[in-house]
């Protein structure tokens, strides 16, 4: 399944570049996968506590528990993660099952991580701004854009994500 | 796999032995005691139950000073800013580091139809 994980940042960046370089989609996968693992291998304070969970609605990639201090973070001990490798921009039909997923699982987690090789249409950024305001769910996306700067850690880039995000999502509803 | 349904397996059968004693609630930390598994083998479990709809969660709010229970949430988000407890005036701020998980059990059909078989099952006696 997933190779071995890397330590290092720099190796990190190579097998992001990898990943967007491959045309191989079933590789492309792969390569995602081992790079969110690797993020959250490097950081002391993440913690996979399941992997590829069966669920009633499909299957989740990523269950993970946090130690992380900061107010952000602690607004949710535990975040769910998916990883897809789709090449069309996510539509909202796709993103609902994630959206889904998060909001059912359970008080000790409302947000989920959605890493896409793609970008999401601006309806998608809508229907992440209604699960936010209908069901108290934080979704932050990274996208093709914002994957190059995974190699920094999930630490401070999800919350400046999430910041950028509700702004841009509040302003495509009006 | 065979991992992840022995542990289904495991805290299934534990939850439905406990509703069926007529428990309707039970906290994290007694899930944790009762099926002497690791906590993050426990947790990630759990979450295919709430996923599933087989349990529903809430977070209750207990004083740090007294111990006095302060209340259900749903969710972290609707308790206020800071809630004063009424008994020890102690003032306890908006956190997860007060509240503990409680697992509410909805029923015990589920649990019996998601068993899998008995022999993935630690050998326990098959209903």
């Known amino acids: 399944m997933i190779s071995e994980l890397i330590t290092d940042s720099d190796e990190i960046s190579k097998l992001i570049r990898a990943c967007f370089e491959t045309k191989d989609s079933e590789e492309k996968g792969k390569l995602l996968e081992r790079t969110f693992e690797s993020i959250v291998h490097i950081d002391p304070r993440l913690q996979i506590v399941r992997k590829h969970l069966r669920t009633a609605t499909g299957e989740l990639d990523y269950v993970v528990r946090h130690s992380i201090g900061d107010a952000f973070w602690k607004q949710s001990p535990y975040f769910v993660a998916e990883c897809k490798n789709w090449k069309n921009p996510i539509e909202p039909e796709q993103l609902h099952h994630f959206l889904t997923l998060v909001r059912d699982s359970g008080p000790m987690c409302i947000l989920g991580i959605y890493v896409t090789t793609s970008h999401l249409t601006p309806a998608s950024w809508t229907a992440i701004r209604d699960a936010r305001l209908r069901d108290g769910i934080i979704t932050v996306v990274i996208d093709k854009k914002t994957i190059p700067k995974l190699p920094n850690g999930l630490g401070g880039l999800i919350p400046r994500l999430y910041e950028a995000q509700a702004f841009r999502a509040d302003d495509l509803s009006k | ?127």
């Open chain 2, 1 to 127: 796999m065979d991992q992840e349904k022995s542990l289904n397996n495991s805290l299934s059968r534990l939850l439905e032995r406990a509703f069926l004693k007529g428990r309707r609630q039970l906290y994290f930390s007694t899930i944790l005691r009762e099926s002497n598994l690791p906590s993050e083998l426990v947790e990630g479990t759990l979450f295919s139950f709430f996923q599933s709809g087989a349990v529903e969660g809430s977070l209750e709010l207990r004083c740090p000073e007294c111990g006095k229970d302060l209340g259900e949430y749903k969710k972290l988000s609707e308790m206020p800013q800071e809630v004063e407890c009424y008994i020890c005036d102690a003032k306890i701020p908006r956190s997860f580091d007060y509240v503990e998980l409680v697992v509410h059990l909805k029923g015990d059909t589920f649990f019996r139809e998601h068993r899998n078989p008995p022999s993935d099952d630690f050998g326990a006696n098959n209903r």
